[in-house]
């Protein structure tokens, strides 16, 4: 109801509410630090901006009328936003010039988090640099640097995010190593169809749908024997001779004893890492720096 209401209303939004709780505008003058006659302007404007009758006369003070009540709940639910606002805001300009969060999923933080974080101390000693574990697809840039999946090179991600690819991840199977495959330099996803394959993953994330996406373009329907939900317990797996498991190169560390890995091909289902940023962060030579490191790690590993 109250939604075409802006930011420069909340003083208007501050003393109805005020007014509501101790029904005078004198009282509520006296909790806000405001004059009197400074609370009805506020009040009268609303009324008149909104077209609502919101106060009745009661005796010697103001009572909410029906259209009052119904107002006040949103009202004060803006105002709780706008305090929260305020406080991030406040947090932000303390914090944020004196650190680096880094928002990371398991494989990237195995590989390159170590390395990166003691980078950054090394260059930036005055920087403390956090890590976030953010699993699951990518909902929005909750960090100062966030490290994205995604199934294209070029995603699209919203125009006030900035994005550097950081490598093209492609899939590889782990085989034992006294399996027929053990020896092949690549094979076609279909020369897996009719074998005991272990799932890895969890419930239908991206890199669970760029696997079966690529199987779907062969032909091939993928049916699981083992159910392991994780690339390292899926190749410790493979290592016992339970079957074969299908992963991203980045997840295939460490490599368990009794297992080799072989590139897949035809077709060759591939995921993209993406370092996601603030374009107008205040430290932003320094986010630069470390999106570098992160790619210099990133060629090192994928090759």
Same mark, same amino acid.
């Given at each position: ?18 007014? %509501? ?6 009282? %509520? ?17 609303? !009324?008149? !901006? ?35 606002? @305020? ?8 914090? @944020? ?17 170590? #390395? ?13 640099? @956090? ?10 840039? !909750? ?7 995604? #199934? ?46 272990? #799932? ?7 890199? @669970? ?47 368990? !004893? ?39 790690? %990133? ?5």
């Amino acid at each position: 109801m109250l939604v075409h209401l802006g930011m420069h209303n909340l003083h208007q939004l501050q003393s109805f509410a005020s007014v %509501a709780a101790t029904g005078s505008v004198r009282s %509520a003058a006296d909790f806000l630090g405001l004059s009197p006659s400074a609370v009805s302007h506020h009040v009268r404007l609303l !009324e008149q !901006e909104t077209g609502l009758t919101l106060f009745q006369r009661h005796g010697r003070g103001l009572r909410l009328t029906d259209t009052g009540s119904t107002v006040l709940p949103e009202v004060e639910e803006v105002l709780e936003s706008a305090g929260r606002l @305020r406080q991030r805001i406040g947090e932000l300009r303390d914090n @944020r010039m004196n650190r680096l969060t880094i928002g990371y999923f398991g494989t990237a933080g195995n590989r390159w988090l170590p #390395d990166l974080v003691s980078y950054l101390e090394n260059r930036f000693p005055r920087t403390a640099v @956090r890590l976030r574990l953010m699993e699951g697809p990518w909902q929005g840039l !909750e960090a100062d640097i966030q490290l994205a999946i995604s #199934d294209s090179a070029e995603p699209g991600f919203p125009v006030q995010v900035h994005s550097d690819l950081l490598i093209a991840d492609p899939y590889v199977v782990a085989v034992p190593d006294d399996h027929e495959l053990a020896d092949c330099e690549e094979v076609p996803i279909t020369e897996l169809a009719d074998r005991s394959w272990i #799932d890895n993953d969890i419930g239908d994330g991206v890199c @669970r749908t760029i696997f079966l996406d690529a199987c779907a373009r062969a032909g091939v329907r993928a049916r699981f024997r083992h159910q392991a939900h994780s690339y390292v317990t899926a190749l410790h797996m493979v290592g016992r001779g339970l079957g074969l498991t299908v992963l991203p190169q980045l997840g295939v560390y460490p490599l368990p !004893e009794g297992v080799r890995i072989v590139r897949l091909a035809h077709p060759v289902p591939t995921r993209y890492v993406h370092a996601l940023s603030d374009p107008g962060h205040p430290r932003r030579p320094l986010i630069r720096e470390a999106i570098a490191a992160l790619r210099d790690l %990133a060629t090192d590993d994928v090759v």
